[in-house]
């Protein structure tokens, strides 16, 4: 059974700092794996989609790495700023017929100005 | 962002009465789904539509069923709601199975 976990539950850092989030899932067989934001009381928001044969995705200041084999994702955010505090998620994709995400728990940021 | 509203975004309702709620989408994707979010829990898959008419199961289905007679709505029905059943539940589109999902705001739900 796929099981996602994302260490640590919570951070908080200064302003400018450059960050990394984490994400381990336990079976290797994924299709893709996908990294959200949710604001308090909000949806979630899409950030990046990263292929199981894709070893990094960029968006802005996000870069998403992916190593299969360790089951390991990271979410690196440059320069942080206190509009990014919220709770990062992130999910991956079975790969099978079915295509369902397992979600982790999530990782709380509170960026300080 | 994408097109998808929820409705209602909250709602109180009492033990043993029916409740549905309605995901609305204006993008054409062929994917619906429904989830619930609780604390201590995270996300969880209710059920999903891969296309009108067609329906299966997540992992928490157990009270819940849906019905999807146009590609733009997706039900949500609680027959006879339960106090487990207070939670916030987000609606979910995708192109096909294996494209990102795109999350609506969500309806904040209470069974007293």
């Known amino acids: 059974k796929q099981e996602v976990t994302q260490i640590p539950a919570a951070l908080s850092v200064p302003e400018g700092e450059n960050l990394v989030l984490n994400c381990s899932f336990t079976?290797?067989?994924?299709?893709?794996l996908q990294w959200f934001r949710q604001d308090p009381g909000k949806g979630l928001t899409s950030l990046l989609l990263?292929?199981?044969?894709?070893r990094e995705q960029t968006s802005g200041r996000l870069n998403a790495s992916l190593d299969k084999s360790s089951g390991r994702s990271t979410l690196y955010i440059a320069a942080s700023q206190p509009g990014d505090s919220a709770t990062y998620l992130c999910?991956?994709?079975?790969?099978?017929?079915?295509?369902?995400?397992?979600f982790g728990s999530g990782t709380r940021l509170l960026v300080r100005p | 962002d994408a097109g998808i509203t929820q409705s209602p975004r909250h709602k109180v309702t009492e033990t043993g009465t029916p409740v549905t709620l309605r995901c609305h989408q204006t993008?054409?994707?062929?994917?619906m789904y429904w989830y619930r979010q609780d604390p201590g829990h995270g996300l969880r898959l209710i059920h999903y539509?891969?296309?009108?008419?067609?329906?299966d199961k997540g992992e928490v289905s157990d009270g819940y069923s849906v019905s999807r007679s146009k590609t733009e709505d997706f039900l949500l029905t609680l027959e006879s709601a339960t106090s487990s059943q207070t939670s916030v539940y987000f609606c979910?589109?995708?192109?096909?199975?294996?494209?990102?999902?795109?999350f609506g705001p969500g309806t904040r739900l209470t069974v007293t």
């Open positions: 993008e054409n994707h062929r994917y």
């Open positions: 079976d290797s067989a994924i299709y893709n």
């Open positions: 999910a991956v994709r079975r790969r099978d017929s079915s295509y369902k995400l397992i």
């Open positions: 539509s891969y296309g009108v008419k067609d329906t």
């Open positions: 979910a589109i995708s192109e096909s199975g294996a494209h990102e999902q795109y």
């Open positions: 990263i292929q199981s044969s894709q």
